[in-house]
């Protein structure tokens, strides 16, 4: 295994060197050796974890008041003087702000020369995924703002992971934030709720020309059940359903057939979407569900929101193997951004969020981080 790992140390070294000396011709040389270091940082996550690594940086966690709400972070500071700032999303994860493998990945965006602030977002460590999760965003960034060791010119972005993209595009279409996040960076992110919830389900995915299937994982539909099991109004639904997603996202399998005859219609109205695998059904499903569960589909689903209203730079990368999220969701909230202010990188061998063993776009990859780091740098203007 240490033999493998070695080889494949090498080969990436080898593949991002070549990379960076070509961007060298074309671009600042400081930003293609930043650019290289980062990625080196990130294809190194999985060991960095498993060192408990967090290199020469500090983390604090913080508590801080905005309005009448008291919210949670850490903050990572990098060991010199901070570049720029990121408020770094965490997905629906129980462990939230505290996964090794995000801490690795703030203290490697930290490594980078940005002052990086984790919320603790209650909601998504609890796996329920709602549209006032936004609230922390916003807070996060008022905060960032009002607090860290930031100076005006310097430029504040969001990097949101999974569905806490969501939020973070609701975010930065509030006013009281809106000219203050000047980038964001979506890795694995959706456009539509219903397309993302029929691939959950079905594992089928539409391209614009035909529909596509490929294995999805089921962890993403069995967060969405768990999520809307409180918007129902029968008890024994939510003890039931609740009961089943959690043995589920346990991998204890939970044979449901005994219970469901205990559901009320709007209870098994949730059952039977979340167990439909027919992508034929699934409008009818859809219409089927409780009017709140609906309405909260609607509410997270960014194509109800006027994105072109957005004054944010964006940077979208994306898996095309992603068996959580299809790629095609990122590609529909590309079409739907203003284009001069959108970017987006389909890489091959990124797994959801994370970095696969078989990671081969190094190029698409090199151009993502370079963009990030241009953000950073970025002498920012309103009408840009």
């Known amino acids: 295994m240490a033999r493998i790992l070695t080889k494949r140390w090498v080969i990436t070294v080898l593949v991002l060197s070549a990379t960076a000396l070509l961007l060298l011709l074309v671009g600042s040389p400081f930003r293609a050796y930043e650019t290289t270091r980062l990625i080196l940082g990130l294809t190194n996550l999985t060991s960095s974890v498993a060192k408990g690594e967090t290199g020469p940086l500090t983390r604090k966690t913080v508590t801080y008041q905005i309005g009448q709400q008291r919210r949670l972070g850490d903050v990572y500071h990098p060991a010199g003087r901070p570049l720029g700032g990121i408020v770094l999303l965490h997905g629906a994860a129980p462990l939230g702000k505290d996964d090794p493998r995000l801490v690795a990945f703030a203290a490697t ?29 916003v807070d996060a960034v008022s905060y960032m703002k009002a607090s860290l060791e930031l100076t005006s010119e310097q430029n504040i972005g969001i990097v949101a992971l999974s569905v806490a993209s969501a939020p973070a595009f609701m975010a930065a279409l509030e006013p009281e934030i809106q000219d203050d996040v000047r980038f964001i960076l979506a890795v694995g992110g959706y456009y539509d709720l219903s397309t993302t919830l029929t691939f959950a389900t079905t594992g089928y995915y539409h391209d614009g ?21 409180e918007k129902l109004g029968n008890r024994t639904d939510r ?3 609740s009961q089943v997603a959690k043995r589920m996202l346990k991998k204890q399998g939970a ?13 098994h109205a949730v059952y039977e979407f979340i167990n439909n695998t027919d992508v034929d059904n699934t409008n009818a499903l859809l219409a089927q ?9 609607h509410a997270l689903s960014l194509n109800s929101y006027e994105l072109a209203h957005l004054s944010a730079r964006v940077i979208l990368v994306h898996g095309f193997d992603d068996p959580i999220i299809p790629y095609t969701e990122s590609v529909a909230l590309a079409r739907a951004l203003p284009a001069a202010q959108t970017q987006l990188f389909l890489i091959n061998g990124l797994v959801h969020v994370d970095l696969g063993q078989n990671i081969i776009d190094y190029w698409r990859l090199w151009r993502a981080v370079r963009a990030l780091l241009i953000e950073r740098d970025r002498q ?3 009408s840009s």
């Open 109 to 137: 965006l930290a490594g980078a020369r940005f002052i990086v602030l984790v919320p603790d977002i209650v909601g998504l460590r609890e796996l329920q995924l709602r549209a006032d999760n936004t609230l922390y965003v």
């Open 255 to 267: 044979d449901a057939a005994e219970f469901v005859s205990q559901l009320t219609p709007e209870g």
């Open 209 to 229: 020309q035909a529909w596509q299937y490929h294995e999805p994982n089921d962890y993403a539909k069995w967060v969405f059940m768990l999520s809307n099991v």
């Open 289 to 297: 569900l409780p009017s709140e569960v609906r309405s909260e589909i």
């Open 380 to 382: 920012w203007a309103h």
């Open 239 to 241: 003890e039931i359903l």
